[in-house]
């Protein structure tokens, strides 16, 4: 449970400096409180434990503007004991509620469609918040089961050693490491899909070494995703989806859990099929991004501080390409990983697929 002694505010702002809109930000913090419970855990200040648990959140207030108005929130989540882990979320972590009420702007005439706009938030003491509230008796009663954190034995400077950087690396953000062959299957079933989307299920495990909190993910196979509802940019996962995935794990009996998905961004080949860009030989373009929907599919069904997304972007002008996305401060954003079993020599710009 998360308490915050603070109500918030989201202010749209024009360039100009005009307010357009002061609305009350009602703040999901699930994500952010299992961002920070999850990197209190590699750091070894609380146990590997994933469990809601009691939180508060504080307002960090804005260098430049002062209070009201603040950069960021201060998370701090507790243990069983007196352990307790904290971290900084930027303002940015509610910058889909900002993304909603402009729509409502647009919807009203008051904003243009595409027009750019600022957003503050501020936060002013919450007086209801302070009161305690009773509680009416239930006649049954609920208790969180702790979920320990399915941890395997592993050496992590062996796998760096072994591993070839891809992509851009930000210092906290836990270690992942994907097979080469991994990779070169999901690339071909993304091709063998032509415009359409498809998709799979990342599995592996997630390792601890000895003398070290530090945690890393170690993606072991991908499962095709079968029995999906597909289109040029959907993706639609069925429960006979899951049910063949959970088998197909138990058939391997490798101990191994839901690392993340992956799914296929191919809808430009048939977009840039008349592309004058195309044809000079000027295009760039590339898919390699995360949709509003795909992160809500994210959301939903890859909560955990360790989840990841695996896009992959095929298209006739910039070719084949990778981007990884997973949680960072409760948000789902863009980060590097390593590539195992890689041949050292080849690019890591360019996947190249098995024979």
């Known amino acids: ?30 994500s952010a409180i299992e961002s920070t419970r999850f990197t209190g855990i590699r750091r070894g200040k609380l146990p590997p434990v994933m469990t809601t648990g009691r939180s508060i959140v504080q307002p960090v207030w804005h260098p430049k503007y002062k209070p009201p108005y603040l950069s960021g ?23 889909e509620l900002a993304r909603r009420a402009s729509a409502r702007l647009v919807e009203r005439g008051v904003l243009k469609a595409d027009s750019w706009f600022h957003y503050l938030v501020s936060a002013v003491p919450d007086a209801t918040a302070l009161e305690a509230k009773p509680v009416e ?12 954190l399915p941890l395997h034995a592993g050496c992590l400077r062996d796998l760096l050693g072994n591993g070839v950087r891809f992509g851009a690396m930000t ?51 991908q499962i095709p995703a079968k029995h999906t509802r597909a ?18 794990i138990t ?63 095929d298209s006739p002008c910039s070719g084949l390409g990778w981007e990884l996305f997973g949680w960072r401060y409760g948000m789902v954003v863009p980060r590097g990983f390593h590539i195992t079993e890689a041949l050292r020599f080849a690019s890591t710009s360019v996947p190249a697929l098995s024979a």
């Open 137 to 148: 008796a239930l006649p049954f009663s609920v208790e969180e089961v702790p979920q320990p």
């Open 171 to 221: 210092a906290g953000d836990m270690p992942v490491f994907i097979p080469q062959g991994v990779l070169n299957e999901a690339s071909e079933l993304t091709r063998q899909a032509g415009a359409n989307e498809t998709g799979g299920i990342l599995i592996g495990h997630l390792l601890r070494g000895p003398g070290s909190p530090e945690i890393f993910a170690e993606i072991t196979a």
């Open 251 to 313: 058939l391997r009996g490798q101990d191994e859990i839901h690392l993340g998905w992956w799914h296929s961004h191919s809808y430009l080949k048939e977009l840039c099929r008349d592309c004058e860009k195309r044809t000079d030989g000027t295009c760039t373009a590339n898919a390699s991004f995360m949709s509003v929907e795909d992160v809500a599919l994210h959301r939903t069904c890859f909560p955990r501080a360790f989840s990841l997304a695996l896009v992959i972007s």
């Open 231 to 248: 289109g040029l940019t959907q993706l639609t996962f069925t429960a006979d989806t899951w049910a063949a995935v959970q088998e197909a």
């Open 1 to 30: 449970m998360s308490h915050s002694a603070y109500r918030y505010t989201l202010e749209l702002i024009t360039d100009g400096g005009q307010i357009l809109e002061r609305v009350v930000a009602d703040i999901d913090w699930d």
């Open 73 to 95: 929130f201060r998370m701090t989540v507790f243990g069983d004991d007196s352990d307790e882990a904290s971290a900084e979320i930027p303002s940015s972590y509610i910058e």
